[in-house]
């Protein structure tokens, strides 16, 4: 089944208003469904030589391993189980490759990136994270943040030390406590989640929602539900005219309709005539 | 730094930095801050303070602390806030990039404490930074720190933004008029055709949303990017007119 008829997505990426280059990268393989953001840290241009690594070779590497084709001959638990490993895979190649790099060239020394991975399949979603890039979901109404943040207002709010409203004027916003490409390992963290068509998925680095708040990219992703392009630049914009202080950047993908994989023998012959 | 300013009857006593995770406020001689006052229980408050914030907190004294005229139990300090134990008090200073300047947004950094450094171990977020009082956390800062950066353009001096509306001339709805209150307003049909209004600090913008045709402009057709719009501009859009104006 090819996923880009199901699943209409748009992405942007932007510098901001403050910062002359852009750290954060985005690349999608619409027929395999499967969306990546990074958001680059480090030295002179090193932040977006590690964002760049970081999605170009998670894409092509899943490209590469993910074949629907063949995930399709297995049972939905087998193929949510193989989306996992095989997202735990690229991240990981991802990170020795980063780190190898940033080991090897002094001029990137100390580079990095956060991470969010989604690969649609089967109508469900396996989300793989790093740092404080974010993933939301639109469902209905209500949007509920599905990635929690790895950072250390995060680890404040969980261990109850500031409430979400402190936490807004905190200075203590930008520093992650995982990031790929850091360290010689890494440890994503993957989680699967079931879709239910008109969802929005909404995948976005530090410079969106530092810049406008939750309530607000609600109400935008509600109004411009129709229009996926229109609502990434509506973002972006809206980061932009709030300031714009860092790199921002948007993916969105529209559950258009379900995507559930046919299966036994009948389901799939008759699947080679639609 | 932060750093707390002691004062009394508004003479200044003492000027303390918060270089410590923990600082004690009391009045028995082991506290970082000594306060000799019967008002004042041994060890009366402390300050947590994780890299750029710092937190107050009452140790149950006798008497009570309170903020900005406010008793408090725990309280996440804001730059000037006037901390009085008795009738001592304390001012909060925080030269850290405040709020609103733009190098608050700081690029974004690792931190980790040194114990699970580099190699294997298995690493959950858990074990990093999770109670009170963090392990002295170590911050690699990936680049020398630039030169300020300069203020976002067109941000800040911008006139506030007249109010406006667009009032309703055919169709069922003739006469009515929408206030354009909110950031987005979506005019038009759904399914059919919608756009639109984006209220933004240097104006208000029309976009086409969704429908096969674009609704017309002053009789000219949308297109896909947004325009601006003028004071009585003319919209068409699902067979009904209407017209945009500034609010008087």
Redesign the interface.
Known sequence: MNLSQALQSASLTDPG???DHNEDCVESRPEIGLYVLA?G????N??EVASGMATSLIADGLAETWQPREVDRLSRDEAMALAERLVREQVVRANTAIYTTSQNNPECA???T?LVVCLFYDNFVSVAHI??SRLYRLRGETMEQVTRD?S?LQ??L??G??TPE?AK???????????LG????V?P?LHVYETEPEDLYLLCS?GLN?MVDDE?IR??LI??R??PS?TVQ?LV??AN??????NVSAMLVRVAEPFAVARGWLARFKALFR | MAKLILSVDGQVLKEYTLSKERTLIGRKPHNDIQIDNLAVSGEHAAIITILNDSFIEDLGSTNGTMVNGKPIKKHFLQANDVIEIGKHKLKYFNDAPSQTSPADFEKTMIIRSPAKAPPPAEKSSSDTVTNMRPPAPEVVKPAAPVAPPPPPAGHAEHAPLPEAAIQVLSGAAAGRTLDLTKNLTTVGKPGLQVAVITKRPNGYFITHVEGATFPTLNGASLGATAHPLADHDMIEIAGVKMEFFFKP
């Open positions: 208003r403050v910062r958001d840290m480090g030295g002179y090193a932040g100390g580079m990095g956060t740092g404080d790895h250390l680890e404040q969980d261990s030390l500031i402190e004027l905190s200075q203590n916003k930008n520093l992650v406590t995982k990031a850091i360290d010689p390992t440890e963290e530090d530092d607000e109400l935008t109004t411009l129709s229009n229109l509506q914009q809206a005219d709030n300031g714009g202080r860092d």
